[in-house]
């Protein structure tokens, strides 16, 4: 078993950074592709970014690219995603996940955080 919890969240004005932070606990981190995704009222869960278990490779939805930086420290057991010039369609509640390989789609990864809410205002 996996525990993910996220922190960073909140509420910021157009044009604003964040930084999202998620502890995971139990198995060995570095054993994980993490991932972020979000998801906004009424719509879908949807993938932000990837990170494979050594950091060496990352993605991104085309919508973030050039704005988002997902990073991780195996060592703290952490995973993070730095957003810069936030958007008020970045509105949602980010959730970071985990799984055995890094995929865009929800159903690759077994252990969910509980996410963070990010409100961006215009």
């Known amino acids: 078993q996996v525990q993910l919890v996220e922190s960073g969240g909140g509420l910021v004005q157009a044009g604003d950074s964040l930084r999202l932070s998620c502890v995971a606990s139990?198995?060995?981190?570095?054993?994980?592709?993490m991932a972020w995704f979000r998801q906004a009222p009424g719509k879908e869960r949807d993938y932000v970014a990837t990170i494979s278990r050594n950091g060496g490779i990352t993605t991104y939805t085309d919508s973030v690219k050039g704005r988002f930086t997902i990073s991780r420290d195996n060592g703290k057991y952490t995973v993070y995603l730095q957003m810069n010039s936030l958007k008020p369609d970045d509105t949602a509640v980010y959730y970071c996940?985990?799984?055995?390989?890094?995929?865009?789609?929800?159903?690759?990864?077994?252990?969910w955080g509980q996410g963070t809410q990010v409100t961006v205002s215009s």
């Open positions: 996940a985990a799984g055995g390989i890094a995929t865009t789609q929800t159903s690759s990864y077994a252990y």
């Open positions: 139990g198995r060995t981190f570095s054993n994980y592709a």
